[in-house]
DNA sequence: ATCAAACTACGACCCTCATCGAACTAACAG
DNA sequence: CTGTTAGTTCGATGAGGGTCGTAGTTTGAT
């Protein structure tokens, strides 16, 4: 599974429509935050690898829901996608995030994780 | 939901039903405050004074949408409300949502701040 | 007691959203 | 090409939420 099949498929086509960090908004980001689902997507994200496909979250939901979800986070500007083979990789838009809202993604995170 | 905290029973019963600090939930916080309207009293709760009426508010909204925002706020755990008179002041819970979610609020605000 | 000010409660409306299933597409292995 | 894997797209659906208007409540003033 850990394959270390060499990237052709690069950043240049594979990756979905995602905002630049002067167009993220706040209600945005708060409201693809307030989802219990996503919310643990993002969690993950914090504390696994950097990358991840959809299928390695094991969401209790469907996949349509699921791509669903992971748009969602994609257009507030919480994560970037990109193509890996068959495999929709997301990473989580730390440093962005934390440019343009200093602090937000960090707090909600530890608020996060003291929480069920 | 009625929870009957036991805090302040010093002035009488002119507060409204609001969960304790072990009650708040993240989502319910992060939903409340991903609506522009109750971003704007949160805000302007901020930074006025620390106690401030619905009307003082001047929202864009009807005085029954009003009611309704404040109490979002008031059930995620928010804000406080008690009676004054006539009125029904609003008081940020400041403190209690710090011990609970380290930096959150101060991120948002600070976040909002930066915003249209 | 009566009146006004400031909210609250209750429906109603419409629109958003989380969810699903079924059909479709993209990439890769044989 | 065939088949599989992994996502996407497209309705449909049902719940929830933001908005309003009207009617009711509470408090203080006259």
């Known amino acids: 599974m850990a394959d270390v099949t060499e990237t052709l498929t690069d950043a240049h086509d594979g990756c979905l429509p995602e905002p630049s960090p002067e167009e993220f908004r706040l209600a945005a980001v708060l409201h693809a935050l307030a989802d219990p689902v996503r919310l643990r997507i993002v969690t993950e994200l ?27 986070l994609r257009e507030a500007g919480v994560i970037r996608q990109h193509r890996r083979g068959t495999a929709r990789m997301s990473v989580l838009r730390e440093e962005e995030l934390e440019r343009r809202f200093p602090g937000l993604l960090t707090s909600i995170l530890r608020a996060a994780r003291l929480q069920p």
Do not use: D, I, N, Y
């Not at 950097?50 to 094991?58: I, K, V, Y």
């Open 46 to 72: 914090s504390s696994g690898q950097h990358e991840m496909a959809c299928q390695a979250f094991a969401l209790p939901v469907t996949k349509s829901t699921s791509t669903h979800h992971f748009r969602v």
